[in-house]
Nanobody, 123 residues
Framework: QLKLVESGGGLVQPGGSLTLSCAGS????????IGWFRQAPGKEREGVSC????AVISSVKGRFTISRDRAKNMVYLHLISLKPEDTADYYC????????????????????WGQGIQVTVSS
């Protein structure tokens, strides 16, 4: 059973940067599409970026970059030029699709979810 754990969140000033990590255990992440999602208070969960099992990237936030480290079984979300409106709980999620050349940011496609990590952008 795949387990995902996020880390790296916290308080950051506007304009700052942060790297969120998603660690996989119980299974290799190599055959999974990985998505990052966020949910701000009072708002619906939205997709931020995803990377397919073949490392094809899709992103709706130009300031955010997703990457994989297969050796460490980790996926990262690099956030730059952060704004107060980026304040949210951030989640990584996994969908088992070996050799996928596309990924989706439709949350219902993802079976495995981390517990979430809080990011607060404030001065």
């Amino acid at each position: 059973q795949l387990k995902l754990v996020e880390s790296g969140g916290g308080l950051v000033q506007p304009g700052g940067s942060l790297t969120l990590s998603c660690a996989g255990s119980g299974s290799t992440l190599d055959d999974y599409n990985i998505g990052w999602f966020r949910q701000a208070p009072g708002k619906e969960r939205e997709g931020v970026s995803c990377i397919s099992s073949s490392a094809v990237i899709s992103s709706v936030k130009g300031r955010f970059t997703i990457s994989r480290d297969r050796a460490k079984n980790m996926v990262y979300l690099h956030l730059i030029s952060l704004k107060p409106e980026d304040t949210a709980d951030y989640y990584c999620a996994a969908d088992w699709i070996p050799a996928a050349v596309v990924c989706t940011m439709k949350s219902t496609n993802y079976k495995y979810w981390g517990q979430g990590i809080q990011v607060t952008v404030s001065s």
